[in-house]
Every structure is written in C-alpha cells, then in structure tokens.
C-alpha cells in the first residue's frame, strides 16, 4: 500500500519560514520524481516545486527563491523549505510522486497540511 504522508503545516506570521516533510512508504522512492502542490480555497491547484529522481529542481515563479525543495533518498522523504512566507502563500499543501517525471503524471497524492500565513 502507497502513502504519502506530509506533516509540518501550521500558522506562520508573514516573514516567518516552516519546513513541509513527506514521508513516503510502498514505491521505491529514489526513482520517482517529487513534487509539492498547493491549493488555495477558491483557486486551482498549482505546482510549488518538483524535484526529479536525479535532484535537478524546479519552482514556480512566485517561490522561486523563497522556497526550497530536498530530497532524502535514504529516509524516503521529500522537504519544502519555506522562508519569507507571505499571506498569498496560504493553502494546502500536497506531496506527489510520479515515475513519469515532474511534469507528471502523478502516481500517487498525500491528504495535504494546511499552512496559514497570517498576523
């Protein structure tokens, strides 16, 4: 049975930084490429940030800088490292793995974490 399991969400005043992790069990993780996505109310989900089985990254423009994803092929885990949060990156935030790449498609979604950036 495939999990994806992403823990580290929470309540972040603006400016402040939060580490997403996800935790990966059933599929031979080093081979599949790694992504997080978010999903604000009212507005489709979009890609944060991907990671490939090789390491070479990718993010949208508007965490580019501010956001870094890393991977952890021996403890099957992938990280989003968040700094600068602002307001607009509130959401929920999913993990997913793909054998195709990261430009998908994608195999297998965790249930999200919630992250509110707010004073």
């Known amino acids: 049975q495939v999990q994806l399991v992403e823990s580290g969400g929470g309540l972040v005043q603006p400016g402040g930084s939060l580490k997403l992790s996800c935790a990966a069990s059933?599929?031979?993780?080093?081979?599949?490429?790694m992504s997080w996505y978010r999903q604000a109310p009212g507005k489709q989900r979009e890609l944060v940030a991907g990671?490939?089985?090789?390491?070479?990254?990718n993010y949208a423009t508007s965490v580019k800088g501010r956001f870094t994803i890393s991977r952890d092929n021996a403890k099957n885990t992938v990280y989003l490292q968040m700094n600068s949060l602002k307001p607009e990156d509130t959401a929920v935030y999913y993990c997913?793995?793909?054998?195709?790449?990261?430009?998908?498609?994608?195999?297998?979604w965790g249930q999200g974490t919630q992250v509110t950036v707010s004073s």
């Open positions: 997913a793995a793909g054998a195709a790449g990261v430009a998908g498609p994608y195999d297998y």
């Open positions: 059933g599929i031979i993780f080093r081979i599949y490429s």
């Open positions: 990671i490939t089985s090789g390491g070479s990254t």
